[in-house]
C-alpha cells in the first residue's frame, strides 16, 4: 500500500507540473498569435511620407481607438515614440536616462514577444502587459525608414486564464489523488482480508482452539491451506501413536516385571532394580496420559513448571542449604509439553543443585526471535574434555564433579527435538557451570 501511495503522490503531481507547463506553453503562443495578426493589421494602414509615418485617425480595431482599453499600438523609429493609438493616451512608456525608449526592436523582419510595466501619468504603478515587437522597412527616395510597431496587451486575462486553469487542475488533482487512495485502500483492504483470516485461523490453530483451517480461502491460498490441513493432522497422528506405543510398551513391560517382583529368592540389589524399573515405566505411563488430551501447539507457562520444580528442589536439597534463585519476564510462555519442559529443567536444575555449594540461578530471557533458558551454580564448574564428552550417553560428568551429567543425554533430546541449541560454558557471575538452552521462532 505504501507504494502504491507513493506513486499516487509523486506520480499525480507530476502530470499537473507537466499539464499546467503545457497550457501556459499554449497560452503564450495564443497570444504571440493573435498580437502578430495585429502588428499585420496596423502595417496595412501604415503609410510614409517625406519620411514620416502616416497613420490614420481611427484603426479598424476599435480597441485602439478607446482610452485606456488594455490594447495599445506604438510605432517607434530609432529608440523614440513616432506614433501611439488613441487608447495610449495617460500613460507613459518607460526610458532611460537618454529618454530612449525601453521596448525591444528586434531584427528586421522578425518578431518578439516580451514583458513590460509602465506607469500612468499620475505615476500610478499598472499591471504586467505583453509587448509583440515587429521591425519592418519602408523604401523611400532617401535611405530607407526602420520603424518597430509595438502591439501592448494588458496581461491582466492571461494571468487570469492561467489562474484559473492552474486551479481547476490543481483542485481536480488533489480530488483524484484522495479517490485514488481510497480506491486503493479498500481495494487493498479487500484483496488482503483471506490473508488476514488466514492469520487469525493460523492463532487460533496455535492457540489450541482449532485443529484445522476451517475457512474457504482464494484458489492461491486453498493450496497452501490443504496442505496446512494435511501437515497438522500428520503430525498430530504421529504423536498419537507416539504415546499410543509408549503406553504400550510400558504395560508389555509390567507384567513381566510384576512377576519378578514376586520371586522370593531375588537379591536385596535385584528387587531395588526391579523396582527402579517399576518406578520408570510408572513415570512414562504418567507422561503418556498427561500428554495425550494436550495440544502439542499450546504455550506452557514458564512460571508455573519453574516454580513447582524450585520448590520441590528446595525441599530436597534442604539440609544442604541450596538457594535457587529465579529471574525471568512475567507470562512467558514455552511453545511445547510440559512434560517435555518440565524434564529439560529438571534434570538440569538438579544436575546444577548436586554441584553447587550454596547457589543456584535459573534465568529466563525472551527475544523477538528466541527463548533462552540459563542455569548457573557456584560449583567447581566443568572442564573442557567434561565439556565435549557430557552430553554422550553413558558418560557422567559428576564421576568428575558431583552432580553434573545426570539425564543430560535426554535434555540433549530434547533440545534437539524442538531444534534448540543446549551449550556449556563457565559462569561468569557464580564461577561454576553454565548450561544455555535456545529455542528459535
Same mark, same amino acid.
Given at each position: 500500500?505504501?507504494?502504491g ?11 499537473g507540473?507537466?499539464?499546467?507547463g ?9 497570444i504571440? #498569435?493573435?498580437?502578430r ?9 501604415a @503609410?510614409?511620407?517625406d519620411?514620416?509615418v ?7 480595431e476599435?480597441?485602439?481607438?478607446? *482610452? ?7 510605432i517607434?523609429?530609432?529608440d523614440?515614440l513616432v506614433?501611439?493609438?488613441e487608447?495610449f ?6 526610458t532611460?536616462q537618454?529618454?530612449a ?6 531584427p528586421?523582419?522578425?518578431g518578439?514577444?516580451?514583458?513590460v510595466?509602465?506607469?500612468d501619468?499620475?505615476?500610478?504603478? /499598472?499591471?504586467n ?10 523604401e523611400t527616395?532617401e535611405?530607407p525608414?526602420?520603424?518597430?510597431v ?7 486575462d492571461y ?5 484559473e486553469?492552474?486551479?481547476?487542475l ?16 479498500i ?10 483470516q ?6 487460533l490453530?496455535?492457540?489450541g ?15 497452501v ?8 493432522n500428520? @503430525?498430530?497422528l ?8 509408549l503406553?504400550?510398551l510400558?504395560?508389555?513391560?509390567k507384567?513381566p516385571?510384576?512377576?519378578?517382583q514376586?520371586q522370593?529368592d ?6 531395588e532394580?526391579a523396582n527402579n524399573?517399576? /518406578? +520408570?515405566?510408572s513415570y ?6 498427561s500428554?495425550?488430551?494436550?495440544a ?5 507457562? +514458564? ?5 513447582k520444580l524450585?520448590?520441590t528442589l528446595a525441599?530436597?536439597?534442604q539440609?544442604?542449604?541450596?538457594d ?8 512467558l510462555?514455552?511453545?511445547g509439553?510440559?512434560a517435555d519442559?518440565?524434564e529439560?529443567?529438571? #534434570?538440569?536444575?538438579?544436575?546444577a543443585c ?14 523477538d526471535?528466541?527463548?533462552?533458558f *540459563?542455569i548457573?551454580?557456584?560449583?567447581n564448574g566443568l572442564? @573442557?574434555?567434561?565439556?565435549q564428552?557430557?552430553?554422550?550417553r ?11 551429567? *545426570?539425564?543430560?543425554? *535426554?535434555?540433549q533430546?530434547l ?5 534448540? @541449541? ?9 564461577g561454576?557451570?553454565?548450561f544455555?538452552v535456545t529455542?528459535?521462532?
Open positions: 500500500m505504501l507504494s501511495l507513493l506513486l499516487i503522490l509523486v506520480l499525480l503531481p507530476l502530470i507540473i507537466t499539464v499546467n503545457a497550457f501556459q506553453h499554449q497560452i503564450t503562443q495564443s504571440n #498569435n493573435q498580437l495578426a495585429y502588428v499585420y493589421s496596423v502595417l496595412a494602414v @503609410e510614409v511620407k519620411e514620416h502616416v497613420m490614420p485617425n481611427y484603426l479598424l476599435n480597441q485602439f481607438n478607446v *482610452i485606456g482599453s488594455g490594447l495599445y499600438a506604438l517607434s523609429s530609432e523614440k506614433w501611439h493609438s487608447s493616451l495617460g500613460l507613459d512608456l518607460p532611460n537618454s529618454t525608449l525601453l521596448l525591444p526592436a528586434p528586421m523582419g522578425q518578439q514577444l516580451t514583458q510595466r509602465f506607469d501619468l499620475a505615476g500610478n504603478s /499598472n499591471n502587459h505583453v509587448v509583440y515587437s515587429f521591425s519592418v522597412s519602408f527616395n535611405p525608414l526602420s520603424i518597430t509595438h502591439i501592448v496587451k494588458d496581461d491582466a494571468q487570469q486564464q492561467v489562474s486553469f492552474s486551479t481547476t490543481w483542485t481536480w488533482l488533489i480530488v483524484l489523488m484522495i479517490v485514488l487512495a481510497l480506491v486503493q485502500a481495494w487493498l483492504f479487500w484483496t488482503l482480508k483471506p490473508l488476514n488466514f492469520t487469525k485461523e493460523l492463532a490453530v496455535e492457540q482452539q482449532q485443529t484445522r483451517l476451517n475457512q474457504h480461502y482464494p484458489n492461491e491460498l486453498n493450496a491451506a490443504k496442505q496446512l490441513n494435511v501437515l497438522l500428520t @503430525e498430530q504421529q504423536r498419537q501413536r507416539y504415546r499410543n506405543a503406553a504400550d510400558a504395560h508389555s513391560l507384567t516385571l510384576a512377576v519378578l514376586s522370593t531375588l537379591s536385596p540389589d535385584s528387587k532394580q524399573i517399576n /518406578n +520408570i515405566i512414562q505411563l504418567n507422561k503418556a496420559k500428554s495425550a488430551n494436550q502439542w501447539h499450546l504455550g506452557v507457562s +514458564i512460571d508455573d513448571v519453574a516454580s524450585i520448590r525441599k530436597i536439597y539440609q544442604s542449604h541450596i535457587i534463585d529465579y529471574q525471568a519476564p512475567a507470562k510462555v514455552f511453545k509439553e510440559e519442559l518440565h529439560l529443567l529438571g #534434570n538440569l536444575l538438579d544436575n548436586k554441584a553447587a555449594k550454596t547457589q543456584v540461578c535459573l534465568s529466563v530471557t525472551k527475544t526471535s528466541s527463548l533462552s *540459563i548457573e551454580d557456584d560449583g572442564t @573442557e574434555v567434561q565439556r564428552n557430557i552430553f554422550e553413558g558418560i557422567r560428568a559428576d564421576t568428575y564433579n558431583q552432580g553434573h551429567g *545426570i539425564g543430560l543425554a *535426554i535434555v533430546d533440545v534437539n527435538s524442538y531444534q534448540g @541449541e543446549l551449550t556449556v560454558a563457565q559462569s561468569e557471575q557464580y561454576g557451570a553454565k544455555t529455542f528459535r521462532h
